[in-house]
Structures are given as structure tokens and as C-alpha cells.
């Protein structure tokens, strides 16, 4: 009973259609950046490696998106999504949404799901194979310091080739942590793609960027 309601409300979306939000701005290289919200309001470590964690609201359906396969959410964060870019001006020039390839390889991608349901709401097409890595990365979060991640990076990623020259794309991932991957990957963009305009979104970032 519990697969089904799941599943339909994966198809059709749940009772809610979005939540309350609190962007935040994210400089960068590229021309404009936000995250709908922070990612979590507090954690404090309650033993056994555990860790008592308060969620945004947003926050909360990506952690149950994220490791728990709540599909159940995906259409709430998306509208959510959808919504904000709505009241962009830049939203009506986008060409295409661009989402951060995974660092790992998996049967469910997240990056490129939510992308790609925020793309039907808006009427903005997703470009998947545009953006590929160029070699095998570790996930960001386990290197510790921004020169590492930075160095990690370097020749990581590579365009498919210059179609997107001069146009405006939107940058799409999941959570924003110190912005390594973002500034590598728009550079990567500006340089080898020729892109015009960069616009990133991120779901959530973290309360601090190291």
C-alpha cells in the first residue's frame, strides 16, 4: 500500500504543491547564483556518531529525496524550484538547464531527475550529455579544504562541444558546499563551451562553505 501511494504521488505529485523558502545569494564566477535555502537550520552530536539535525523545509525533502528515496517529494521541490525561477527575468532567455554530473555512478541520479522536472515546469529544455566528466572524481565532501577540492578538479570536466556559444544557460545542482565544483565546472563552460550567461541554482547549500 505504502509502494503505491509513493508511486502515484511520484506520477501526480503529493498534497502539497510547494514550500516556504529563504534564498541565498551565491557569488561566484558565473553572472548570477542562489540556493532556495539553507540546507539545515542546526546539528548538534548526540554520541554514537549521531547527530541530533534540524532541517529548512526544503532542507528536509532533499535529505528524503536524497537517502531515502521519497519520490514522494520530487514534485514539491521542483514546484518549489519552478517557482523561483519564475520571478527571474533571465528565466525567459535560458536556452537550456545544465545539471553537475555525479561523482559517482549510480542507478538513480538525483541531479539530473530534479533537473529535468523543474525543466517541465519552466518549458526549459535539459541538456544531460552536454556537460560530462573528463575523469573519475572523489565525492567533495570527503576532501578536506578548499585547495584540495580546487586541485581535484582541475581538467575534471569537459563540454561536448560549442552549440551553447554565446547562449544562456542555467547551471543546476543539489547542494551547494564551497562552490569548487560550480566555479570549476563555469569555467569550463565559459572557456571551452563559449557560453554567453551563467545562472546557478542550487536546492540547498550548507551553513558554512568549508
Given at each position: 500500500m505504502r509502494f503505491w501511494k509513493t508511486f502515484v504521488n511520484y506520477l501526480f505529485g503529493s498534497e502539497r504543491d510547494k514550500v516556504e523558502i529563504k534564498p541565498r545569494e551565491l557569488k561566484g564566477n558565473w553572472d548570477t547564483?542562489?540556493?532556495?535555502?539553507?540546507?539545515?537550520?542546526?546539528s548538534r552530536p548526540i554520541g554514537d556518531g549521531r547527530f541530533d539535525t534540524t532541517y529548512t523545509d526544503i532542507g528536509k525533502l532533499l535529505h528524503r529525496l536524497k537517502y531515502k528515496s521519497d519520490y514522494s517529494v520530487l514534485d514539491i521541490i521542483a514546484n518549489t524550484a519552478a517557482d523561483f525561477l519564475k520571478g527571474h527575468d533571465y528565466t525567459d532567455d535560458l536556452t537550456c538547464i545544465i545539471p553537475i554530473p555525479p561523482s559517482e555512478l549510480r542507478?538513480?541520479?538525483?541531479?539530473?531527475?530534479?533537473?529535468?522536472?523543474?525543466?517541465?515546469?519552466?518549458?526549459?529544455?535539459?541538456?544531460?550529455?552536454?556537460?560530462?566528466?573528463?575523469?573519475?572524481?572523489?565525492?567533495?565532501?570527503?576532501?578536506?579544504?578548499?585547495?584540495?577540492?580546487?586541485?581535484?578538479?582541475?581538467?575534471?570536466?569537459?563540454?561536448?562541444?560549442?552549440?551553447l556559444a554565446q547562449c544562456s544557460v542555467l547551471l543546476f545542482d543539489d547542494l551547494y558546499r564551497s562552490g569548487e565544483t560550480l566555479r570549476e565546472v563555469t569555467h569550463v563552460l565559459r572557456t571551452q563551451g563559449q557560453i554567453r550567461e551563467i545562472h546557478v541554482l542550487t536546492i540547498t547549500k550548507t551553513r558554512t562553505m568549508r
Open positions: 547564483g542562489w540556493a532556495l535555502d539553507l540546507h539545515t537550520i542546526s542507478r538513480y541520479q538525483l541531479v539530473p531527475e530534479i533537473a529535468m522536472t523543474v525543466s517541465k515546469k519552466i518549458r526549459v529544455p535539459v541538456k544531460t550529455d552536454y556537460l560530462m566528466k573528463a575523469r573519475v572524481t572523489p565525492p567533495m565532501k570527503i576532501l578536506e579544504g578548499k585547495r584540495k577540492r580546487s586541485e581535484s578538479l582541475k581538467g575534471a570536466f569537459k563540454v561536448k562541444d560549442e552549440s
